[in-house]
């Protein structure tokens, strides 16, 4: 089936430093999602993106975040600076259309900050 | 703020049983409804969606949501070892794209 393709699946990074993950979403997709899942909590929602513009986001999206897709090339989260409370598994998904589709995630990029 | 809470946390079956998986959610409002299944290190795959009241049968496996009872279920049918995984439900509330999660039920079917 389609997949999307996470880039990396683990870093880690000291605390202050800038990281971007990134993600290759299916190929005809339109809409693109980031997720956050700290070690035994729900995943949670962080931000959607359409048409090179943030549609919603939540109030984990922190100032420090920011998401970007340029010229159609992967689809970025970059934290910065990083703080320890950011370490997680950050999930990539993308659908085709907005409401009642499907989303289809990446396996994931974990992120720990020391 | 939308409380989706999945019963039971974990559970173990034989292979060839029936399993029941379910999810509760606090907001009358919601209107889709999601299954996913996530293997170890893996991505979460959706399994199956519903957006009406009722059930919806697809292969081993049957969604049922009540929505006056802020109640959706999973059952799998003749369930098999390679249905052992995390087993997540989500919602979303109308023509939001936002999905809420459960915190999964943990199958392991043994053969």
């Known amino acids: 089936g389609p997949k999307v393709l996470q880039i990396p699946s683990h870093q880690i990074i000291d605390m202050g430093q800038m990281v971007t993950l990134n993600c290759d979403p299916v190929s005809n997709h339109l809409y693109f999602y980031w997720y956050k899942q700290i070690l035994g909590q729900q995943m949670e929602f962080l931000v959607n993106?359409?048409?090179?513009?943030?549609?919603?986001k939540s109030k984990l999206f922190k100032d420090q975040f920011s998401v970007e897709r340029p010229d159609g090339s992967y689809f970025t989260l970059k934290i910065q600076p990083t703080a320890l409370e950011d370490s997680a598994v950050y999930f990539c998904a993308s659908s085709l259309n907005r409401v009642g589709n499907t989303l289809y995630f990446g396996e994931g990029s974990r992120l720990i900050v020391v | 703020q939308q409380n989706v809470q999945q019963s039971p946390e974990s559970l173990i079956v034989p292979e060839g049983a029936r399993t029941s998986l379910n999810c509760t959610f606090s907001?009358?409002?919601?209107?889709y409804f999601w299954w996913y299944r996530q293997h170890s290190g893996k991505a979460p795959k959706a399994l199956m969606s519903i957006f009406s009241n009722g059930e919806k049968e697809e292969g081993r496996f049957t969604i049922h949501l009540n929505k006056a009872s802020l109640h959706f279920s999973l059952h799998i049918r003749d369930s098999q070892p390679s249905d052992s995984a995390l087993y997540l439900c989500a919602v979303s509330v109308g023509d939001n794209s936002k999905l809420i999660w459960g915190l999964g039920t943990s199958l392991v079917v043994n053969p």
């Open positions: 993106f359409y048409n090179g513009k943030v549609m919603e």
């Open positions: 907001d009358s409002a919601s209107q």
